[in-house]
């Protein structure tokens, strides 16, 4: 069954380091996205890509970057962590040039910056 | 700016009552709208996509319906379990470009 995932689950890292948070899915789909999620604010979007080598910034991207070199990866880089992207991280991707635009989701990174 | 608008907040309810959950969105001219479920430290999964041609949908004990007129979305799940106890959430997609901005959703809890 296809599937999207992301890696690690859980991490705890210290401020001004770099992160990179993996997100891989064998749906096919170009579209691909990265949210977060943190109490009183909601699901909020980073960054999305639509295919290789696109990548756009979303609503809240200050402090991230993401890259897509394939279709099945857009992994999420947090160029020097701070306290207030403490959250939990969700990937999702979707189809293109389709009515239907049904979006999948991972199951989540919980990221701690200490 | 699309605001999308879930409420309540929390809704606690009996088993077998019927669930009625509520989204409204200020900007009709959406693209499709997807309801999800999450569990507590879990990710999203997807319960129903509307598209916007469409007025409702249905699967199992779930129906959607939608209004883009009058910008609103609500989720029936019929004689509720204990194990539908979650958080509901929707999404309304603006064009085929599929961003999805979410409501803040709606903790259900159902009591046996």
């Known amino acids: 069954d296809a599937e999207i995932t992301q890696s690690p689950r859980h991490k705890i890292t210290e401020t001004g380091r770099q992160v990179t948070l993996a997100c891989h899915q064998t749906w096919n789909h170009n579209n691909m996205f990265w949210y977060r999620q943190d109490l009183g604010h909601g699901l909020r979007l980073i960054h999305y890509s639509y295919g290789v080598q696109d990548t756009n910034k979303g609503e809240v991207s200050d402090g991230y970057s993401v890259s897509r070199s394939n279709t099945e990866d857009l992994p999420l880089t947090l160029e020097s962590a701070a306290s207030s992207q403490t959250s939990v991280y969700f990937c999702?991707?979707?189809?293109?040039?389709?009515?239907?635009?049904?979006?999948?989701f991972g199951q989540g990174t919980r990221l701690t910056v200490v | 700016k699309q605001e999308v608008t879930q409420i309540p907040a929390a809704l606690s309810v009996p088993e077998g009552e019927n669930l009625v959950l509520n989204c409204s969105f200020t900007?009709?001219?959406?693209?499709?709208l997807q309801w999800f479920r999450q569990d507590p430290g879990k990710g999203l999964t997807s319960l129903l996509l509307i598209q916007s041609s469409q007025r409702e949908q249905t699967s199992g004990r779930l129906n959607a319906s939608l209004d883009k007129s009058s910008g609103r979305s609500t989720l029936y799940i019929a004689a509720s379990q204990p194990g539908d106890s979650a958080t509901y959430l929707c999404a309304v997609i603006k064009a085929a470009g599929n961003k999805l901005t979410f409501g803040g959703g709606t903790r259900v809890l159902v009591k046996p």
């Open positions: 999702a991707s979707s189809e293109q040039e389709s009515m239907n635009t049904e979006a999948f």
């Open positions: 900007d009709s001219a959406i693209y499709n």
